[in-house]
C-alpha cells in the first residue's frame, strides 16, 4: 500500500518561510506526475505545485514566484519551499499525485501564518 507523510509545517510569520518535505513510498516520485495541493478550513482543496517526471514544475498565479516544488528520485522525496509566505497561505498541505485516481491521502502538514 502506498503511503505518503508530509511534514516540515510549522507556525512562522508572514514574510517567511517553510520546507515541506514529502517521504512516498513505492516508486511514486520515479514515475508519476506528483503535486502539493492545500486545504483551509470551509475551503477545497487546491492545487498548489506539480513537477513532471522530468522536473518541469507547474504553479498556478498564487503562489508562483514564491513557492518551489522538487523531488528527489532516489529518496523518493517530494519537496516543496514556500518562501515569502502569507497570512493566506495558511492550510493543510498535502502531496499527491497531480491526477485522479489518487492515492490515500497523507495527514498533511499544517502551516500558519500569522500577519
Known amino acids: 500500500q502506498v503511503q505518503l507523510v508530509e511534514s516540515g509545517g510549522g507556525l512562522v510569520h508572514a514574510g517567511e518561510s517553510l520546507k515541506l518535505s514529502c517521504a512516498a513510498t513505492a516508486g511514486m516520485v520515479a514515475s508519476d506526475y506528483m503535486a502539493w495541493y492545500r486545504q483551509a478550513p470551509g475551503k477545497e482543496r487546491e492545487l498548489v505545485a506539480a513537477?513532471?517526471?522530468?522536473?518541469?514544475?507547474y504553479y498556478p498565479d498564487s503562489v508562483k514566484g514564491r513557492f518551489t516544488i522538487s523531488s528527489d528520485v532516489p529518496k523518493k522525496m517530494l519537496y516543496l519551499q514556500m518562501d515569502d509566505l502569507k497570512p493566506e497561505d495558511a492550510a493543510a498541505y498535502y502531496c499527491?499525485?497531480?491526477?485522479?485516481?489518487?492515492?490515500?491521502w497523507g495527514q498533511g502538514a499544517q502551516v500558519t501564518v500569522s500577519s
Open positions: 513537477i513532471t517526471t522530468d522536473g518541469a514544475p
Open positions: 499527491n499525485k497531480r491526477f485522479r485516481p489518487y492515492v490515500s
